[in-house]
Structures are given as C-alpha cells and as structure tokens.
C-alpha cells in the first residue's frame, strides 16, 4: 500500500516543463522566443555573422561564456566548476533563443503571418471543447517555424490531456483580464508542466506559484558535488532565476543589447571548455 496524504512533487522535472511551455507559448503568440527584443542596430552583416557563430557555440561554451561575462560585470562565479544538467539545458535553450531571436529580427515574418498565430493563440485560449482544441493545436501544429524547429510535442502534449487543459481554463484562477495574457501564459505554463509530472494541472500552477527562491527553496543550490558553495555563489536553479541572472545581457554589460551581443562574441571565441564537460555531456 502506498503512503497516505500528498505525495512528493519532482520540482526539478516541473521547472523543466514549465520552462519548455512557457517558451512554446510565448513563441506561439509572438512569433519570437522568450527573449526580449530591445530594438538593434545591427546590420545585416553582422546578424548573419551572429548567427553562424551561435548556431556553432556548444552549451558548455554559451554557458561559461554567459558566467564570464556576468563576472567582469562584477558578479561573484566560479568559473571552474562545471556545468550541471540543468546548466547544460538552459543554455542551450537560450542559445536557441537568441539565434531565433536574431534570425526574427534578419528576416521579420510579415503582418499577416503575425496575425494568423495570434489566432492560433486566441483560440487555443478560448477553446472550451476537445473540438475546438484539436483545431487549435492542429493548426498550431502546421506553422512552419513549429515544423522546422522539431517541436510538434507540444501541440500533441497538450491534446494528449485535453481534459484538463480544458478543466485548467475553467478554474476560477484562470486569468481573464484583457491585459492578462502574459499572466496567461504562466499559468497554462504551469497547468501543463503540473500534468506531465503526472500531478493535476492545478497542483503545478500551485507549487510553482509559490515556491519559495531563497535558501531552502526546493531548487537552491548550495553545493555542487562535495564543495559546499560559500553563500555568495548559491542561487535558486529555476529557469525563471537563471534567466534573470544569466540571460539578461542588457542589464549585466548596461552599455544596451547591441554592445553587450558583441562583447558577448568576442569573449565566446576566448571561451576555452574544458573537454570533460563535453565528453560527460556525450555520455549522459
């Protein structure tokens, strides 16, 4: 017999999803990833040259080099431990990111494309049937970008628990504000990562509401392997708080986007990876 009362939830496996969501719907509604888009002056030139050079950067590189950089900007890192599994993920979803978000920027999709999977969107978070849903996701499902990027999972993830997206929805903590749809996209987010960790939609919008992202939180890092990390190099290992620490160039280099993507390349090609990081990743 199994134990009585609520049983554990895998926090780790809930981030992941909740991350993976949050980036699908995000880029189901704007067309772009998660990334801000601050406006750019690049050339041509160089968001071609940016490109190439992130779609070849290994996540251990994209990975180290993000630390570096947060370090010259004064932040506190060890650069010599390596990167977990968590660590790995991250980065190379921001470099994806980044390259669709540059790649959106090179060649912007027209008026029209826009508006037809903000349709897609509006109606995926208005559908109240099975019905309505599978054509919603089916028509999700057909967006190029979606074909070429491999992620048809998520439309199918999503018809695969019909019932309690549509039972999500309908909770009276359904954000229905007109201005809502950020807040929408967390919570659909959090439903969806909740049911595949095989707990109810609202038991993932719960926990991941409100976890705590201090010490003691269920995703702080405090040690890595047998070194206890000194307090000033622990951090709550959530997408959400990793993004904000590591991702947000901006705000670390505060020179603006454009200076802060070229330094960030300039250090990249002076980003030496260890070769056991990347052998342990091989191996995994």
């Given at each position: 017999m199994g134990k009585r009362g609520p049983q554990p939830?895998?926090?780790?496996?809930?981030?992941?999803?909740?991350?993976?969501?949050?980036?699908?719907?995000r880029s189901l509604r704007d067309g772009i990833p998660t990334k801000p888009k601050p406006p750019s002056g690049f050339t041509a030139k160089e968001l071609q040259s940016f490109i190439a050079q992130l779609k070849r950067m290994e996540p251990e590189c994209y990975w180290l080099t993000t630390r570096r950089l947060a370090v010259e900007m004064g932040k506190s890192l060890n650069l010599r431990r390596p990167p977990l599994e968590m660590d790995r993920t991250w980065a190379e979803q921001e470099r994806d990111d980044e390259v669709r978000s540059l790649q959106w920027e090179l060649n912007p999709p027209d008026i029209e494309a826009q508006e037809r999977r903000r349709k897609v969107w509006d109606d995926l978070v208005t559908a109240d049937s099975v019905a309505a849903l599978r054509k919603a996701c089916g028509r999700w499902a057909r967006l190029p970008d979606v074909r070429r990027a491999g992620t048809l999972a998520f439309p199918k993830r999503i018809m695969e628990n019909a019932a309690k997206f549509l039972a999500l929805k309908q909770n009276a903590r359904f954000p229905r504000s007109t201005y809502g749809d950020d807040s929408r996209i967390d919570y659909l987010a959090r439903g969806m990562a909740g049911?595949?960790?095989?707990?109810?939609?609202?038991?993932?919008?719960?926990?991941?509401?409100?976890?705590?992202?201090?010490?003691g939180g269920p995703l702080w890092v405090a040690r890595e392997g047998n070194r206890v990390l000194p307090e000033n190099e622990q951090y709550c290992g959530c997408w959400r708080c990793r993004t904000d620490v590591l991702s947000n160039v901006s705000k670390l280099a505060q020179t603006g986007y454009e200076n802060a993507l070229r330094y960030f390349i300039e250090l990249s090609a002076t980003t030496k990876v260890p070769v056991d990081w990347i052998r342990k990743r091989k191996k995994l």
């Open positions: 939830v895998d926090m780790r496996l809930l981030n992941l999803w909740d991350s993976k969501f949050h980036k699908a719907f049911a595949l960790v095989g707990k109810s939609p609202i038991t993932g919008v719960e926990r991941l509401r409100n976890m705590k992202h201090t010490q």
